[in-house]
């Protein structure tokens, strides 16, 4: 058995360094499945509840997400997949050739640390269903430090799980996500409904009035700050902009048979964080008003109270979803890094330091914050991979300029990083903005930057 | 013959899983039968993926 495992991880072959051939495109039907699997997912039993204890209104919710979530649609299909299909190489090879080694294994190393935590926020997610059978206490909103002995222990078996199977792949993950997504949305689905009656909601005419004074009041639970529209729709649009304008799904999407395949991720966009935000928001309703506003915030019992072992097994599966091509991701990162190591052996390593990440609780916790951090940290790269493929041909200037020169370090990238973060830090402390908001701004001050200081980097050496 | 069993099996997991719900909704069942129609359904779903793939495939 050991030897055919290993063999199987010996075969894995994910055209790290060469543009992936046509006979491994895949239709937009399985970006599809990938996309709602992904987004229908441990993060939306976290996302769904915050926006309820952050005091969104119901209104500010539904007009917010559904504008939001297409302009997120949007940035996939329009910034994201024409790239990926047209260079058909990951993000990390691509990098490399703009902005030198050295500077790719910085970003690299931050990706990677990046996604670590999210995947751990997800693993972090399934174990507090694992934990139901044996009583777990579980973290409150306020708590940062894992709560025992008996945490760490089902973190760590459901870490060692999901890590075993990013191993095998970007095909087993795949297959994984496409295999539960349907049914995972469907028990989002049926767990709301199941306890609208104990909101009051006797009928769906009675939706809205209930949904407006007991579910998104408008008011934020002690010790949490208020949201409004503006900061739903900025989070429906930023929570995954690493991903989108970031561009990390070249990573993926250079597998897509056209850049059309980049829409595929409104199946993720208006299932997962749109009706699974509003179906979890639903439950954590239902769960503040049956323990009387408690701080305890745990995912898998809200589950499991709305739909039984079937809940709690959702939990389980949506955080595997997320959790294996996170780690997936991550492996790939650190493989820039370390191109003489295998595929899997990267993973294990990446997913053995997720699993102790997942054991802190404030990965869940500060989930909003982290998420919007965590797009605002890549964002600038993927600010730069635009202007050197579409703009730079078009102004006579010198795309993939450290393959060609054979730098190791692109100064004019590098400075645009480290100006566009430094720059957000100065809007923010200086105008107050918060983080949700910083990506858009941050977006053009990237794309300014990085052309003037290549304009006098490649006028000066040439 | 094979294919179309899972396939059904694969439809009533799905139906299963939802159906109660709504049930629930109308005052027809009580949250605890609903809890146990979905578990049916979890497992006609998951148990019924494996085999529908592998004779899919034999098609």
Partial sequence: MFSKLGARLESVQEFEKTPVPATRWKSWRS??????????????????????????????????????????????????????????????????????????????????????????????????????PFDLPMAKLSDWLPSGVGWVVTVLVVGMATTLVAM??????????????????????????????ELGVSDAGDFWS??????????????????????????????NMAM??????????????????????????????????????????????????????????????????????????????????????????????????????????????TTVAACFPALVMRLLDFVALYGLLLMPMGAIVFMDVWIFPKWGLQSNLAALRHLHWNWAAALTWFSTLGACVFINRAFGVEIFFLGLPGWFVAVAVYALLSYVFQKKRA | MKKGIFHLLRALGLVLTLLPSILVFEGSITLDTHKTLMLLGCLAWFGAIPFGKRSDADD
């Avoid at chain 1, 095909?171 to 306890?195: E, K, T, Y």
């Avoid at chain 1, 529209?229 to 649009?237: C, M, Q, R």
Wanted: charged share 10%; net charge positive; with cysteine.
């Fill in chain 1, 244 to 353: 989108h304008i970031g561009m990390a799904d070249l990573s993926v999407l250079r597998y897509a048979k056209s850049w059309q395949a980049g829409f595929a991720s409104a199946g993720g966009m208006f299932v997962g964080h749109y009706l699974a935000w509003l179906a979890s928001g639903i439950l954590y309703a239902v769960f503040l008003q049956k323990s009387q506003n408690a701080q305890e915030f745990a995912p898998g019992p809200i589950a499991y109270y709305a739909a039984g072992v079937a809940g709690a097994v959702c939990v389980i599966v949506a955080g595997w979803t997320t959790a294996n091509p996170t780690i997936y991701r991550a492996g790939l990162a650190v493989q820039a890094v370390m191109p003489a190591s295998k595929t899997w052996k990267v993973t294990l390593i990446v997913g053995l330091t």
């Fill in chain 1, 31 to 132: 970006f599809l499945g990938m996309y709602a699997g992904e987004h229908t997912a441990g993060t939306e039993f976290v996302i769904g509840p915050l926006f309820v204890a952050h005091g969104v209104a119901a209104g500010d919710l539904v007009l917010g997400l559904l504008l939001g979530n297409l302009l997120a649609v949007l940035s996939w299909a329009f910034l994201c997949a024409p790239i990926a299909v047209r260079e058909r190489i990951t993000l990390y090879f691509k990098l490399e050739k703009i902005c030198g080694k050295r500077l790719v294994t910085l970003y690299n190393l931050v990706n990677a640390l990046m996604f670590c935590f999210l995947a751990g926020s997800m693993i972090a997610v399934s174990a507090t269903a694992v934990g139901i």
């Fill in chain 1, 168 to 197: 095998l792949g970007y095909d087993q993950v795949s297959r994984f996500s496409n295999l539960a997504a349907p049914w995972m949305i469907l028990v989002f689905l049926a767990a709301a409904i199941a306890v609208l009656p």
């Fill in chain 1, 210 to 239: 209930v949904a407006e004074s007991k579910i998104w009041t408008g008011v934020p639970i002690e010790g949490q700050s208020k949201f409004g529209f503006w900061h739903v729709l900025f989070f429906a649009w930023f929570c």
